[in-house]
């Protein structure tokens, strides 16, 4: 979405204007003066600006105080002239003083635990909690929450719910979570986060600096002091939570990046506590690690855990590493000296709930809805599929890119491969996410423009979430999937893709940068930024044999029965349990 010009303020507004311009310093920065324009008129809130201007001309700091704040600017003195500018606009309009709320006049009452859903089992104490960002339950037209599919929600909610367990999590203010429970035996204990919380965390500190430099740094990652900051009060409400949740001696999951601070927070609290972590993203290198302001508190903050879990070795290396370099500790194999005792650590790979893709696929409805979808898409010989989160982490460009050379070299055959990308919405408020959206949009439109045929698009691409039966059609209806991330802890779609299998037919081209390549072998690898050997695997898919399919693909399966997402779940909760009971008998806390 292009921004739109508007009208030079004048007045007040434009006082409030030249000030801005003066703070931003850099002219050649348009987002800043239409933001300025929009607040100052009354047209626009702080957190509503990423929902009226997105796109790559709006400032990357998220909202306009922190720009002030980021070029040393005067805060306090901005809030001022934003009230006093709105004032005088309203007042030469004839309208009330009621609607010209200006910002607050100090971040604590937004940083205080806004109200929220609560949940049953808010006054009982549990012998499991499971701590992540988020409680993955939605509200469904009648009320319901439910977690559908077959991916970690549902391998937790089952863990828990064995566990007779306490969830802590983020909850959306919409959710009624005292009146439905997914389980019986699972307690919801939300963590409410204001707007702002979310703003600067999420959006912020979790999403615009953790997220890219964890993933290679693919996109610059931000640094901002106020994001920090409150990413560690986020983090103490969240150990505050588990603390009061937990009972004498409890295990408790703690889990992803989001929440790196919170073991060494409940380990100062709560010694008797049995606590793991497990980073789902890569663990970066020392060279782009070093980067974070707060390297060390985010290494400490992990190493208050009894055992931290990752995803390949290549990231348990770099913790290592890290710990080694940064912090001076002493290292092995499987574990971390610090304060008189070890820090065990490990890799357990994450995965899926394969019996319930299977049992979607048994179903008839799913092979009628796959049949379906290829005639939909016009029958084609070879139907090639990417299914992902629309992210810049997963390799969608370089995908069409490659597909596009394809139909090039293709253009005088009849029936070329036909493509179908679903990328899922997500984070939309991150104004790189919605810049991404607009440039794979542009993408799919000229391959559509240049290789498309009336009411036969060359590329079928959508934002549409789709329901996890359709996911699982689509799945049965691809014959190569394509999971092709730039960098990725796991990548549970080549997963599902792989386990949806049952007839052993289909390719999986799968990224070197997957943390799944570790295990699919048989898959073909390659890398992602080469758009050239990208080609040349997809034109391998389509011409492999059936047979050739049929080894590789059972192979694949086999494998991941043997270590499905309930087998990674009771391993890591046993190899927690282990680590426990090793510190207790050499005397530890």
């Known amino acids: 979405m292009a921004l739109r010009r508007e009208p030079t303020p004048v007045g007040a507004v434009a006082e409030l204007f030249d000030r801005l311009h003066e703070l931003h310093l850099d002219a050649g920065e348009p987002g800043v003066r239409q933001i300025a324009s929009g607040i100052g008129r009354g047209v626009l809130s702080h957190t509503s600006v990423h929902n009226t201007f997105r796109g790559p001309k709006v400032p990357k700091w998220g909202h306009?105080?922190?720009i002030v704040d980021q070029l040393g600017g005067d805060t306090e003195a901005f809030r001022r002239l934003w009230r006093l500018a709105r004032l005088a606009e309203l007042a030469s309009s004839g309208e009330g003083e009621a609607d010209a709320a200006p910002p607050p006049d100090s971040d604590a009452a937004e940083m205080a635990a806004p109200p929220g859903p609560s949940a049953r089992g808010a006054d009982r104490r549990f012998d499991f909690v499971l701590v992540t960002s988020r409680i993955p339950f939605s509200n469904h037209t009648k009320g319901f929450l439910s977690a559908?599919?077959?991916?970690?929600?549902?391998?937790?909610?089952?863990?828990?719910?064995?566990?007779?367990?306490?969830?802590?999590?983020w909850a959306r203010r919409d959710c009624d979570l005292d009146r439905v429970e997914p389980s019986?035996?699972?307690?919801?204990?939300?963590?409410?986060?204001s707007e702002r919380e979310i703003e600067l965390h999420l959006e912020g500190h979790c999403n615009s600096t953790l997220w890219p430099l964890y993933h290679d740094a693919i996109e610059r990652p931000e640094f901002h002091r106020a994001w920090r900051e409150t990413y560690r009060l986020i983090n103490k409400r969240y150990a505050e939570t588990v603390v009061h949740a937990a009972a004498p001696g409890a295990t408790v999951w703690v889990h992803d990046y989001q929440l790196q601070l919170v073991p060494e927070m409940l380990r100062e609290r709560r010694p008797d506590l049995r606590i793991g972590f497990f980073l789902h993203t890569p663990m970066p290198p020392f060279e782009?690690?070093?980067k974070l302001p707060d390297r060390g508190e985010v290494l400490r903050g992990l190493l208050g855990a009894d055992l931290v879990g990752f995803q390949g070795r290549r990231s348990l290396g770099n913790f290592l590493?890290?710990?080694?370099?940064l912090l001076h500790l002493r290292t092995s194999a499987d574990g971390v000296e610090v304060g008189g005792r070890t820090v065990m650590?490990?890799?357990?790979?994450?995965?899926?709930?394969v019996v319930a893709v299977e049992e979607l696929v048994g179903q008839p409805r799913t092979e009628r809805r796959a049949r379906q979808i290829r005639a939909e898409l016009g029958d084609p010989g070879v139907l090639v599929a990417g299914i992902d989160r629309l992210d810049y982490t997963k390799g969608i460009e370089q995908r069409m890119v490659a597909y596009g050379e394809i139909?090039?070299?293709?253009?005088?055959?009849?029936?070329?491969?036909?493509?179908?990308?679903v990328a899922t919405l997500s984070r939309e408020r991150v104004a790189r996410y919605a810049s991404l959206r607009e440039r794979v949009d542009r993408l799919a439109g000229r391959l559509n423009g240049s290789y498309g045929r009336m009411g036969s698009p060359a590329v079928r691409y959508t934002n549409n979430a789709l329901d996890f039966s359709e996911v699982v059609a689509l799945y049965r209806a691809a014959d190569i999937m394509v999971a092709t991330p730039l960098s990725d802890g796991m990548n549970l779609v080549a997963k599902e893709y792989v386990s949806s299998r049952v007839d052993d037919e289909g390719v999986l081209i799968l990224s070197e940068f997957a943390g799944a390549a570790a295990?699919?072998?048989?898959?073909?690898?390659v890398n992602p930024n080469d758009t050239g050997k990208l080609k040349d695997a997809i034109l391998r898919a389509i011409a492999m044999s059936p047979g050739e399919q049929g080894e590789r693909m059972k192979a694949m399966r086999d494998r991941l029965r043997a270590r499905d997402g309930h087998v990674w779940a009771a391993s890591f909760v046993a190899a927690l349990q282990a680590a426990s009971s090793r510190l207790a008998d050499k005397g530890g806390p």
């Open 184 to 193: 019986p035996d699972l307690s919801l204990l939300p963590v409410m986060l």
């Open 519 to 525: 295990e699919f072998g048989e898959a073909i690898l």
């Open 321 to 325: 590493l890290l710990c080694r370099e």
């Open 64 to 66: 306009l105080e922190l």
């Open 407 to 421: 139909l090039e070299d293709l253009r005088s055959v009849a029936s070329p491969p036909a493509f179908i990308q």
């Open 345 to 353: 650590t490990g890799v357990y790979p994450s995965s899926i709930d």
């Open 288 to 290: 782009l690690f070093t």
């Open 148 to 169: 559908a599919g077959a991916g970690l929600d549902q391998i937790l909610q089952r863990l828990v719910s064995e566990r007779k367990g306490g969830w802590v999590g």
